[in-house]
């Protein structure tokens, strides 16, 4: 059902929140009445962090306003024509708004349809019946919730005590007041004849007695309520403190690390609006609780009392500074996380955001963002609050940024959108470590104050490990540490401690979560690939054994593979490079068999008829694909064997892809197990120009193995002719002719596969006379 058909349904605080969202920067009945065309557009897709992505921005804008005059123009009849005027001005203030910004227009429309669905998740939640059928994470939410509600009816509570212990105490001070009149009168009497004294002294001192008596009794009472009103905060503070700590502690938390496994391939970390509105929520109500404590505090200075209300107030002062404090450190983040893998002189961005800033009316004065980068050890150092002089171990340019505060989302952050890494200092390295296998953070700080320069905050975040290159061949190896460091980390280390050694199902979920983010493929790794992976990681590992078996980082990217000059990150990173890059649709389509050996290749095609073929990825060669298929042996009549091509790399691939190099090696005939290769292949082969293109004729690239040339298949049906070879089985090179000059036909073999000599030097004159002329001549020649 769309969403704005369930959000029209919504009731009381729900409805409320989702009219709220709208207004002049966005009108509801824009929503209203194109509904259909705004949940079906790609909001998502746009990255508004990026100012590259404006001009797709400026093309929504632009089709959302055609929509509108469009729907406008349709509007017919007397009612029709006022919805007509509405929607044009509609239309016109849009474009008014939006047009030297149409990022906001995404950032608002984006925002507006995620609190919606939100909403109206929340609201479906809440009608479902509870129990089996509320999921956990429903059940979290309700609590927290329920916190939330638990807080607001107690610090109201105490918002009454309050208001009340003050109209008692001021009524106490006049009563107060006026036992000092009183005192004064008697006082007074010491001046006037002895008849008169003794006439008014005993009214005075009886009216005396007894105020004595109601302030003395008052003043119990005031005490009374002062720690009742301290109790009653304290209880507030301590489930504040609960709530922080699950806001914090725990959704906070996990929503970092959907962020650090994001930065392996894992899903989306997800929005923020949700953490951001109970983080709110926490400001709001500690800042609430501060200020009726601070109230209360003055209420004892304005009425001193003996007792222990002073040091109680004074630790309830102490607490919720902390806790305010705790709050606004921890709710500064990095939303949107620097690369990585960094390299030098090359520019990068960052997002940093602070939760609560707009409750805390920190835009008000905005404060300045700097971004510095640092060691391991300084970042160890830094959480220790140890002095690190301010030192930092590189220069970055653009490094400062404005904290800016955005109404319509009502978002406090800071975009660092043209930072790049000047330089890099680096520290001495331990033992076999390389200069890919050492960390640095970014550390984002800034200073500000709230409350009139009452609290000062002095903000600090770390960004995730980044590992800094110099050169693109150093990507390989630092990645291979970045994707262990995310995936293998615990929330609250040292910087930026990991195991040296893990489970091994524990690093292939790490690695089939990489490969399916990579070639962007929900086909991921099967058991039997990781299997393989086990068996080329370990030389030998059973099933069983593999899952027991721990696997160190000298395993994973430090030690070579027995007989090979590359580690089994680099094999494994070199055929997800490969697969992305250029055979994405063939691993999708289930065309790649992908991880076998030579071995298991050989066992599985020789049950298979002649021409049966298979594609694996090359044990010998980083980022290769080989093509092994079955055929007879040409020099034992009646025996087969397996044959295994040259394998195909990158630069093979951007030459020629693979489809067209299958479509051009007619031996080839079945795709394992058994289906014929055009049904699987034919959709990816590129089609063939027969037109010349402004008077030229487009040569043609054809793949040739020559042990396997063959005339075309046989029109009966019959089996295609392989020319004689004698070459090893193992490796069979290919050639590639250009189809420059006229092709060689079929008629230049004879019957028994040998060429016909007179065609052959007709075919060689032709060329030699095409040599001989000069190229201008050649050319216009074709053309005519």
């Known amino acids: 059902m769309a969403v ?52 797709k921005a400026k093309r929504l804008l632009d089709n959302l306003i055609q929509e509108l005059q469009n729907k406008a123009d349709h509007q017919v009849g007397e009612d029709g024509f006022l919805l007509k005027i509405k929607l044009g001005h509609y239309a016109s203030q849009l474009k008014s708004t939006y047009d030297r910004c149409p990022l906001e227009l995404v950032r608002s429309i984006k925002h507006i349809l995620y609190t919606e669905q939100r909403l109206v998740r ?110 009653k905060h304290q209880k507030t503070l301590q489930l504040l403190r609960k709530q922080q700590t699950v806001i914090l502690d725990d959704e906070l938390i996990q929503w970092k690390r959907r962020q650090q496994l994001a930065g392996n391939g894992g899903p989306p970390e997800g929005g923020l609006d949700i953490l951001q509105s109970w983080c709110e929520k926490l400001a709001e109500t500690i800042w609430q609780n501060r ?48 690369p990585q893998v960094l390299k030098t002189q090359t520019k990068f961005a960052a997002t940093v955001r602070l939760l609560v800033g707009g409750k805390l009316n920190v835009h008000m004065n905005p404060p300045q963002v700097k971004a510095t980068i640092i060691s391991e050890q300084q970042a160890k150092a830094l959480l220790k609050n140890e002095n690190t002089r301010n030192e930092s171990s590189g220069e970055i340019l653009n490094n400062n940024c404005v904290m800016e505060y955005h109404q319509t989302t009502g978002t406090l952050s800071a ?23 050492e960390k640095f953070t970014i550390l984002f700080e800034y200073q500000f104050s709230v409350g009139g320069n009452e609290l000062v905050f002095q903000v600090k975040t770390l960004s995730l490990p980044v590992v800094v290159i110099v050169h693109g061949s150093q990507d390989n190896n630092a990645t291979a540490t970045v994707l262990w460091d995310n995936a293998f980390a615990e929330p609250g280390r040292v910087p930026f401690l990991v195991p040296d050694k893990v489970l091994w199902p524990q690093l292939c979920e790490a690695l089939n979560m990489k490969f399916k983010a990579e070639v962007q493929s929900s086909r991921g790794l099967s058991e039997e690939n990781l299997l393989f992976l086990a068996q080329k990681a370990f030389s030998t590992c059973s099933p069983e054994d593999c899952r027991s078996t721990a696997i160190t980082w000298s395993q994973f990217n430090r030690e070579s593979l027995p007989n090979r000059n590359f ?15 250029h055979l994405k649709p063939h691993w999708n389509d289930g065309a790649i068999l992908g991880f076998v050996n030579k071995q298991q290749a050989q066992d599985l095609l020789l049950s298979k008829p002649n021409g049966t073929f298979l594609l694996r990825f090359s044990d010998s060669e980083i980022g290769g694909i080989t093509i092994a298929w079955v055929a007879e042996n040409p020099n034992k009549a009646g025996e087969r064997m397996v044959w295994n091509l040259m394998p195909y790399t990158t630069k093979d691939f951007s030459i020629r892809s693979l489809a067209d190099r299958i479509s051009d090696l007619n031996h080839l005939l ?56 004698g070459a090893s089985p193992a490796l069979i090179s290919q050639t590639i002719s250009y189809g420059i000059y006229p092709a060689m036909t079929d008629a230049m073999l004879e019957p028994d596969g040998d060429f016909d000599l007179d065609d052959t030097m007709d075919v060689a004159r032709h060329v030699e006379e095409l040599l001989r002329r000069p190229m201008e001549s050649q050319w216009s020649g074709q053309q005519s």
């Open 4 to 55: 704005w058909i369930q959000a029209q349904q919504l009731q009381g605080d729900a409805l409320r929140q989702m009219q709220s969202l709208y207004g002049q920067h966005f009108p509801i009945e824009v929503r209203h009445y194109l509904s259909h065309w705004i949940e079906a557009q790609l909001w998502d897709a746009i990255d508004l962090e990026n100012p590259q992505e404006e001009f």
């Open 122 to 231: 929340e609201a479906t939640n809440s009608s479902s019946p509870v129990g089996g059928m509320m999921d956990s994470m429903s059940q979290k939410y309700q609590q927290i919730n329920q916190a939330f509600e638990e807080l607001r009816i107690l610090t109201q509570d105490t918002e009454n005590d309050l208001r009340k212990l003050q109209q008692n105490q001021e009524y106490f001070i006049i009563q107060y007041q006026e036992s000092l009149r009183i005192q004064a009168q008697l006082s007074s009497l010491s001046t006037l004849p002895p008849a008169d004294r003794q006439l008014r002294e005993p009214a005075l001192l009886s009216k005396r007695a007894t105020m004595e008596a109601w302030l003395t009794r008052e003043a119990n009472t005031l005490q009374k309520y002062r720690l009742d009103l301290a109790e």
């Open 291 to 338: 200020q009726q404590i601070r109230r209360a505090e003055h209420l004892r200075q304005q009425l001193p009392i003996l007792g222990p209300i002073e040091e109680l107030l004074n630790q309830l002062n102490s607490t919720i500074t902390d806790t305010i404090s705790t709050l606004v450190t921890s709710t500064f983040i990095i939303e949107r996380q620097p």
């Open 415 to 437: 975009h660092f959108r043209n930072m790049s890494l000047k330089r890099i200092k680096r520290s001495d390295r331990r033992g076999a470590e390389s200069v890919t296998e």
């Open 567 to 581: 580690t089994f990150w680099q094999w494994f990173d070199g055929v997800m490079e490969l697969t992305k890059k």
């Open 670 to 725: 079945f795709l394992y197990p058994d289906r014929p290769k055009d049904e699987v292949f034919s959709k990816h082969y590129t089609p063939l120009l027969s037109k010349a293109v402004d008077g030229y004729v487009k040569p043609q690239i054809k793949q040739v193995v020559p042990e396997f040339a063959t005339a075309n298949p046989d029109p009966t049906g019959g089996n295609p002719t392989y020319m004689e070879h």
